[in-house]
């Protein structure tokens, strides 16, 4: 059973790693604790370690805490009597991470003719990729899956976008509601 003296002994005994070395990790399944000193900030599942933090949505977020930040795993196979789910929430629920339970910002699937507009008002402002790479501080390859519709996009995303075209975030995704005005006393 993962009772809590059970988590803390597994924890103690789980290898890890700094944020900076995650490349290092095992290219397999696991459950993942990223801590700082005695802070546990986030605790996830997947089924490639190696994999999941050379992608990961909360690295930005994790790096801000400065570089003391590490992550422990434990891998999870085929033999073991628990789940990746088990001990995610398992360990969730044990340690209260910080992150976990955080609201993500939320994503857009572009429809394949949305995907178009993307790159329709970037040529349209004469940008090549690569500039509207380096004006939004976006990876070049994620715009181009993003123009491609094979990547998801952030609602922040949209909003740089647009700030670094030129236009609108209604011209990019056109069903996009634009902002209700806000109502300020004295107008």
Known sequence: MLTPTALLWLFCDMPHVSLAEAWRLPASPGVYVVYRHEA???????QNLKHRWQNHHRVAQCL???PDVAIAWHVVDQR????????????????????????????????????SLVQVERERAGLT????ARRTGMYLSALSKIEH?????YV???ARLAQAIGCKPSALIPELPEPEPIAVEGD
């Open 40 to 46: 546990v900030l986030y605790v996830g599942r997947t």
């Open 156 to 158: 922040d995303e949209v």
């Open 80 to 115: 073991d009597p628990y789940t990746l789910d088990d001990y995610e929430r398992a360990f969730i629920d044990f340690m209260q991470p910080r992150f976990n339970g955080q609201r993500m910002q939320p994503t857009l699937r572009l429809k394949s003719e949305q995907t």
């Open 149 to 153: 519709g094979t990547r998801k996009l």
């Open 64 to 66: 801000s805490y400065g």
């Open 129 to 132: 990729l690569s500039e509207l």
